[in-house]
């Protein structure tokens, strides 16, 4: 079939199954990454997709076709991926993921050695363009072979020990798994660490189904039975995550979801605390309480353009010790600069244990101050027009172009941007009132209607 060059992403390869991302492809791009990077032995997983079996199955082929070991690490969430390809002495992998899409999708996630990213700018778009012009199969005499491995005790021992995990005290946690397989991680850590934590589970059986709709837990609607079950359980806190694990999501003990800009805040200070005099990675949407958390514990935010690639890049180029998107992102240097979603989890825990504090009252120095829109998206054809339009409006505030459009003044600022991911145009306001906020938001989305 033609190729879909669209489906190439500046992160990942996600498309709809199996009209746009399907066995053939799957099968072409393993081959095409061997030819560009001629790896010797990789890391393979999968999510929890329907999909997921028989695109596996082509990617398999595709690298043992070409004489390439694989070491299949089966139904994994994506940051237990990264893991095995920073942990194993291998060149690199592929996770066949389309991370929190609609049921319909599937794609592809893929790393160097060491779990460093192939992005749009280190490689991806290579293996695009292989792809489609088509080159002659590689067929290797001595076919690779293939050796199951479970890293998920390992990569619990990794995510526990990152705090002190004896000190953890008791608490009760709703935590919805979406239908991945975060839950179940989750259950075991406490087994094998015999961790003080009872588990209220939410939808922690795997099914690539995803029964009740995208497996997005930023998505507003998606929020309201874990919230629920935090008022009805009196439970300390809530965690969520999306359905490859690699996003983690908390609401406090009062049933408010708390938005990953203000968790980003929250984690700098404790590991600034560990790490002084570190640099933190932070993204252009939503940056006053991050950047106030960060200078005034001693550190130095550095404004990255969003995407999980994109960090993990600037985390090893910029050294930091952390970084933190308010999609709920969350990459540790001693995590091979990636992205996980368990270590968040425990870190936050061991604040509240440390501090005796509650969710609520760690965020609170800066959910008092800084009040925020919530990601607004907006389905529209005039995305270029849009953003030049409000860039010409608001002409007289600070305007800095790292990511899309940002636009500061004294008492508010906005950001406006393209998704990379979905065909859509975000904006995100913040303001040092919730009236200003409100007012600024209001006027924002009324202007994009009226040209979208």
């Known amino acids: 079939m033609a190729l879909n060059p669209s489906i190439f992403k500046s992160y990942d390869i996600r498309g709809i199954y199996p009209t746009d991302f399907n066995e053939e492809i799957a099968y072409q791009v393993a081959q095409a990454y061997v030819k560009l990077y001629n790896p010797k ?28 070991n694989v070491i299949n690490i089966g139904v994994v969430s994506t940051d237990v991926f990264y893991f095995a390809v920073g942990e194993l002495p291998v060149d690199g992998g592929i996770t066949i993921s389309a991370s929190h899409n609609p049921r319909e999708y599937n794609g592809m996630n893929i790393c160097k050695r060491g779990a460093e990213p192939i992005s749009s700018k280190t490689g991806l778009f290579d293996i695009r363009d292989l792809v489609d012009k088509g080159f002659e199969p590689l067929k290797s005499d001595a076919k690779g072979t ?17 705090v002190d995990y004896k000190q953890l005290k008791p608490i009760k946690v709703v935590a919805n798994a979406n239908f991945g397989v975060d839950v179940i991680m989750l259950k075991r850590a406490v087994e094998i660490f015999n961790l003080p934590l009872t588990i209220v589970p939410l939808n922690d059986r795997p099914d690539g189904t995803f029964p009740k709709g995208p497996p997005n837990p930023l998505l507003p609607g998606n929020r ?10 009196k439970a300390d806190l809530g965690v969520s995550w999306d359905a490859d694990g690699d996003r983690c999501f908390f609401a406090d003990e009062t049933a408010n979801f708390i938005e990953g800009y203000f968790m980003t805040a929250v984690m700098s200070v404790e590991l600034l605390k560990k790490s002084p005099g570190s640099t ?25 353009p969003p995407g999980m690639t994109i960090i993990a890049g600037n985390m090893k180029t910029e050294n930091a010790i952390f970084g933190g998107e308010m999609s709920s992102h969350f990459y540790f240097k001693e995590n091979y600069g990636r992205d996980n979603g368990m270590i968040p989890f425990f870190l936050i825990w061991e604040m509240m244990s440390k501090y ?8 609170s120095p800066y959910t008092s101050k800084y009040f925020i829109s919530g990601e607004i998206n907006f389905e529209t054809e005039n995305k270029d027009k849009i953003i030049e339009a409000i860039k010409e409006k608001y002409n007289d505030g600070k305007q800095e172009f790292v990511d899309g459009l ?23 306001v913040e303001a040092r009132s919730e009236k200003v906020e409100k007012e600024k938001t209001k006027e924002l989305v009324d202007l994009i209607n009226s040209m979208a």
């Open 406 to 428: 940002s636009v500061e003044y004294d008492q508010w600022r906005f950001n406006l941007r393209k998704s990379n991911t979905e065909p859509l145009l975000r904006i995100n």
């Open 356 to 363: 005796s504090q509650t969710l609520s009252q760690l965020v």
């Open 280 to 304: 933190v990675i932070i993204d252009p949407r939503l940056t006053w309480a991050t950047t106030e958390a960060i200078t005034s514990n001693g550190g130095t935010p550095f404004i990255s």
């Open 224 to 233: 309201k039975e874990l919230l629920a079950a935090i008022s009805e359980e």
């Open 146 to 162: 293939v050796e199951e491995k479970d890293v998920l005790d390992d990569f619990l021992k990794k995510a526990v020990e990152f």
């Open 41 to 68: 032995i990789v890391v393979l997983g999968r999510d929890v997709r329907e999909s997921g079996e028989s695109l596996f199955n082509a990617a398999l082929n595709g690298f043992l076709d070409a004489g390439v």
